[in-house]
């Protein structure tokens, strides 16, 4: 079973750039799907992006496609979500997500946490 902790996020003006990082500790990260999810306020848990083990695989959820990428280091044990051109309606807590097997968009899918990060889009 896989740990994670996150870091990166913060306050940002419309248009720029931020990058989150989300670290795996314990054994055989290479083996698990990542996912980044949000939650805006007021509103529900959803996806946004998904990587396979092998990163031969990537989706994202049409509001942020051409904008965020979401990328993975097996060796470091890292899953990346770098965020372009940022909008105040992407102002959320981001969390990623670890889940064996294949990639899938479903926050069900997903059994382990990172415990979340605040970004704040200003306009």
């Known amino acids: 079973q896989v740990q994670l902790v996150q870091s990166g996020g913060g306050l940002v003006q419309a248009g720029g750039s931020l990058r989150l990082s989300c670290a795996a500790s314990?054994?055989?990260?290479?083996?698990?799907?990542m996912a980044w999810f949000r939650q805006a306020p007021g509103k529900g848990r959803e996806f946004v992006a998904t990587?396979?083990?092998?990163?031969?695989?990537?989706y994202y959820t049409d509001s942020v496609k051409g904008r965020f990428t979401v990328s993975r280091t097996n060796a470091e044990k890292t899953v990346y979500l770098q965020m372009n051109s940022l909008k105040p309606e992407d102002t959320a807590v981001y969390s990623c997500?670890?889940?064996?097997?294949?990639?899938?968009?479903?926050?069900?899918?997903?059994?382990?946490w990172g415990q979340g990060t605040q970004v704040t889009v200003s306009s």
């Open positions: 997500a670890a889940k064996t097997g294949g990639a899938t968009t479903s926050i069900y899918d997903y059994h382990t």
């Open positions: 990587i396979n083990p092998a990163s031969t695989y990537t």
């Open positions: 314990g054994r055989d990260f290479s083996g698990y799907a």
